[in-house]
């Protein structure tokens, strides 16, 4: 007996293309029951009762017909029109999105192979750091930096796992955004002390949402170095963690100039990026954190959004559904 699919992406096309071909098979249904109600009514207006008795014409054929038998005859062909329209509909929509559904489970393949095999050097150097960590002496001078450098590991770590869960999605149990966001702002504190720009977490509900930490973790971080790139010295970014309702708000302000040069709505769009930066900035974004942003949102069923922008500075909120 032929097994459903277990790949999500491959169940969700199938699903979509039963969905497609329904609603073109009623569609299809709607236009052949037009036809045969406008091809009966024709039929029946033609029909003359007066007629029936009289003798026909020389070289004039006449053909009658009952109107409750034609009108039996009219609806099991249409019966049968809608029927057959359904099922060729779906066939050919499930037919026209195979290679999609193929491509899909392809690339989550590839996405866990890869993932798969990028574990174990990551696991090496974070073996030999912890070597290194262990062998240097209490004042070593170097000993921050090493530190920083095994965290940075395991957050690598953490991002080739969370590649796999995606890779092969399940439910997560609910996790603390505020910790997310915590070791946000911790791994961007260097770059905003070599910014001047100082990070402050303001309001921090203890909130919960079953997003992947490591991917509240990525949200978190693009959406303050997004602010980072914005900020001139001086300034400070506050981020706010609450709930709101059934939601978990992610909120994030900078002091900067504003979102000028693109219209604040497509900022979440790939490869859109605003200008200019803050002065003194040479570090400059590709279009891409943002847009991720916004597909982990949608992915959740939340949504990313800019709620304030002017020469004040700019605040971005991400929502997600509380765990």
């Known amino acids: 007996m032929k097994q459903a699919p277990t790949d999500p992406a491959v169940r969700q096309v199938r699903r979509a293309s039963r969905i497609v071909g329904l609603q073109i098979g009623i569609a299809s249904g709607a236009l052949v029951i037009a036809a045969i109600g406008a091809a009966f009514i024709f039929v029946l207006d033609q029909l003359r009762p007066s007629e029936v008795n009289e003798p026909p014409r020389p070289g004039e054929h006449k053909i009658y017909i009952d109107a409750t038998e034609a009108l039996i005859a009219f609806a099991l062909v249409g019966f049968l029109a809608v029927a057959i329209a359904g099922v060729l509909s779906v066939i050919a929509t499930r037919r026209a999105v195979r290679p999609l559904a193929r491509a899909l489970q392809i690339q989550r393949d590839f996405v866990a192979d890869a993932s798969h095999e990028l574990r174990t050097p990551l696991a090496v150097l ?9 062998g240097l002496a209490p004042d070593d001078p170097s000993k921050p930096a090493v530190a920083d450098l095994r965290t940075d590991t395991r957050i690598l770590v953490d991002v080739v796992d969370n590649l796999l869960l995606a890779a092969d999605p399940e439910r997560t149990e609910p996790v603390s955004l505020r910790d997310a966001v915590t070791r946000s702002l911790h791994s961007l504190e260097v770059l905003a002390r070599h910014a001047g720009v100082e990070l402050v977490l303001g309001s921090r509900d203890d909130v919960r949402t079953t997003v992947p930490a490591t991917t509240l973790t990525r949200c978190a971080t693009a959406l303050i170095d997004n602010a980072l790139v914005h900020s001139p010295a001086g300034s400070s970014i ?50 891409i954190g943002l847009a991720l942003v916004r597909d982990v949102a949608t992915r959740h069923g939340g949504d990313v959004a800019v709620t304030r922008t002017g020469p004040t500075g700019t605040a971005i909120e991400l929502r997600l559904p509380a765990g």
């Open 126 to 134: 974070d073996a030999r750091l912890q070597v290194l960590q262990r």
């Open 238 to 287: 506050t981020v706010d963690v609450r709930l709101q309702g059934d939601q978990a708000v992610l909120k994030v302000t900078d002091e900067g100039a504003g979102i000028v040069g693109i219209d604040p709505t497509r900022i979440f769009d790939r490869f859109a990026r605003a200008h200019p930066a803050a002065p003194g900035r040479t570090r400059a974004g590709f279009g």
